[in-house]
């Protein structure tokens, strides 16, 4: 199911700033992509899906390259609220078939400083 | 609350001892899902069933852990004979047929601590 690969952080930011994540996969074949959210001691959130026409919802914009099978999110205007673990997530599996399952990257921790 | 709901949240045993989960998923989705997270790592995919059948298993997955969906509904993980390397948080999800490789919808998991 290969690997998904985030730098870990943390990353320490001034609130109002603007901060990118990126992450790399490695399996080619991987067709369904999202950023998930996990803030300390609970279960992953879905942040958003991210699509090769990259989307935007608010303050929150993700891309992908599947070329370089990478991934990015942009944070802009960070609040307080924003500190999390982003997590960048793959599904490796397969649209017409059975295969489905998520692989996670290990999250890069975010820490908004007001 | 109608998400996915998991039982029980904190589970701490003796090393060596069995321990079952239980995972309800939100109604009317039919894949079910196992993860497992260790501590600053992110979550590992375990297993999948659609409706009762079992579609996916990891090698992470060895023969002390065993996951049912009999009726195709709620789900049980069961681990045999703990072991210390087994502490983790285990995460259930789920989803509704026909949303692809869409979302999945995670419970809050049950932390496990094995001594």
């Known amino acids: 199911r290969k690997e998904v690969e985030q730098d870990p952080g943390p990353f320490n930011v001034p609130e109002g700033a603007t901060v990118a994540f990126n992450c790399t996969y490695s399996?080619?074949?991987?067709?369904?992509f999202f950023w998930y959210r996990q803030d300390c001691r609970k279960e992953p959130k879905l942040l958003m899906s991210?699509?090769?026409s990259g989307n935007e919802d608010g303050r929150f914009t993700a891309q992908l390259n599947r070329a370089s099978q990478y991934i990015s999110l942009l944070i802009r205007d960070s609040k307080l609220s924003d500190s999390a673990t982003y997590l960048c997530?793959?599904?490796?599996?397969?649209?017409?078939?059975?295969?489905?399952?998520?692989?996670f990257g290990k999250g890069t921790h975010l820490i908004i400083q007001p | 609350d109608t998400g996915v709901s998991q039982d029980p949240r904190h589970k701490i045993t003796k090393r060596g001892q069995n321990v079952t989960f239980r995972c309800d998923p939100i109604?009317?989705?039919?894949?079910l899902y196992w993860y497992r997270q260790t501590l600053g790592q992110g979550p590992e995919f375990l297993t999948y069933f659609q409706n009762e059948a079992q579609l996916e298993k990891s090698r992470l997955l060895s023969d002390r852990f065993s996951a049912e969906r009999p009726k195709g509904s709620f789900s049980t993980l069961e681990i045999q004979r703990t072991e210390q390397g087994d502490s983790a948080m285990y995460l259930c999800?789920?989803?509704?047929?026909?949303?692809?490789?869409?979302?999945?919808?995670f419970g809050p998991g049950t932390r496990l601590t094995v001594l």
């Open positions: 399996n080619s074949a991987s067709q369904s």
């Open positions: 109604s009317e989705h039919n894949r």
């Open positions: 999800a789920s989803k509704p047929e026909g949303s692809g490789l869409g979302e999945q919808f």
């Open positions: 991210v699509y090769s």
């Open positions: 997530v793959v599904n490796w599996g397969d649209s017409g078939g059975g295969a489905d399952g998520l692989t």
